[in-house]
């Protein structure tokens, strides 16, 4: 198997502008399609969403449904592509999005799909500008099907990657980029009329917090 990046976290979080729970959003139909590099926010956001009915996942956590195809998502789904299943044969996702921009626009292009979620984290050992490939992967996203593309980030302004300009470049391409998983879910949420399903927990990471993010 692929061996996973070793991913260093280091120093606190910038404090980042985020959308007020306050604002308010103007509901959508669709389903979630989550496709995470890394294990620890793709559990984060199972967690959170866990009261979701019919939430599917690669790695479901207890009262979560397997997928049953990897190849296609359906309802509203949590992938984490880092998993064994997506990296026999190819790099991590961390390094290489390949996989994860292809399923990007397959998402794009299923008109079920309300809101693509994906993780970015920043760090030593994490890809050096995910940006670079990701920015124009959503554009063409975006214009495929009009689907929101939210990304949730960790990182500081201390990493190699740069905090303020990775949230820039991707916000310029489209994206709503949040700096706590809470507030991105929250803001998905509402977005898909479902608020009362968000739980209120967050992981260390998704904190600031100085713990490794899982590959």
């Known amino acids: 198997d692929t ?26 139909a669709g389903h979630r399609r989550g496709l995470f590099a890394g294990g620890t926010l793709a ?7 866990s009261a979701l009915d019919g939430l ?36 991590h996702p961390m390094i290489d999005q390949d996989l994860r921009i292809r399923r990007l626009r397959q998402a794009s292009e299923d008109p079920e799909t309300g809101v693509i979620l994906l993780d970015v984290v920043l760090a030593e050992g994490s890809q050096p500008d995910p ?14 099907g009009g689907s929101d593309v939210v990304v949730l980030m960790v990182g500081t302004d201390l990493d190699p990657q740069g905090l ?8 310029g391409a489209g994206a709503r980029v949040f700096h706590r998983v809470s507030e991105g879910l929250a803001w998905t949420a509402a977005r898909l009329g479902d608020e009362r399903e968000t739980g209120p927990s967050e992981s260390a990471a998704a904190a600031g917090g100085g713990g490794a993010a899982r590959a």
């Open 3 to 28: 061996a996973r990046p070793a991913v260093a976290r280091r120093g606190p979080a910038s404090a980042a502008p985020t959308v007020s729970s306050s604002v308010e959003v103007e509901p959508r």
């Open 43 to 49: 559990l984060e956001a199972q967690q959170q969403l």
């Open 56 to 91: 599917r996942a690669n790695d479901p956590m207890p009262g979560v449904e397997p997928v049953a195809d990897l190849r296609r998502s359906s309802g509203h789904t949590i992938l984490d592509l880092g998993a064994d299943e997506f990296t026999v044969g190819r790099l």
């Open 131 to 144: 940006a670079e490939e990701l920015a124009p992967a959503v554009e063409r996203a975006r214009a495929a």
């Open 164 to 171: 303020a300009e990775q949230t820039e470049r991707l916000e």
